[in-house]
């Protein structure tokens, strides 16, 4: 469940970030490219010391060709305990802007990101986080400016780090669709060992806040993926 209801090098430098004051930011544009299986090209953009995809993962297939199953049914959905996909309201007129949702059974798989890429940890996040001055403000700094997709208030988006986070919404353990414009949710490569429940990490920024922040689901809700690499 979400917090709200849920190759080039490009440095990102923290001018001032003394106390409560907001650092300034260099301006920050793509400078990179990645390839999936499928050949979608993604843009990429170095925060701090990782390179990070600039959009969602859209592909249908791992990185070894096989193909990764698209369910629409709700209740399958559900059930399911291997790796499957879906676009949001089963419209694939969603991919291109908002990317895939993918159950963290695609993720347990090791094999969904592109050679030499990989799902970010919780540790991932955080660092992205703690690159763009904190929870508190990173999540403006990482999602997109004004309300095009965002519903508003869109609070403190700036997208100053060029990360372009846009409100995919997620998909329910249930099934459901929901959210999209009001929330977006990663995937951590991160699994919550303690829980009773099979449950993983999530990261997510919302439009009601300028944080982003972190925490657990179950393994069959659907959520989107960016693919990070380190750079040093």
Known sequence: MSRVGAAGVFAIVLVSACGGESPHLTTAKPTGTVVDFDGNDYPTIVIGSQEWMVENLKTTHYDDGAAILNVTDATLWYVLTFG????????????????????????????????????????????????????????????????????????????????????????????????QGQTEIWWTSTQDLLSLDPTADFWDVTFQTADSGGAQSLYQAGYSIRCRRSVN
């Open 84 to 179: 499957a996909y879906a676009w949001y309201d089963n419209d694939d007129a969603n991919k291109d802007r908002y990317g895939a949702l993918y159950n963290w059974y695609v993720v347990d798989t090791n094999k969904i990101c592109p050679a030499g890429w990989s799902v970010p940890s919780q540790d991932n996040w955080r660092a992205l986080a703690a690159s763009l001055g904190g929870d508190a403000v990173s999540g403006g700094r990482m999602k997109e400016a004004g309300t095009a997709h965002w519903q508003a208030p869109n609070t403190g988006a700036t997208n100053e780090s060029g990360f372009t986070a846009l409100p995919a919404g997620w998909r329910s353990s249930s099934g459901s669709f929901v959210e």
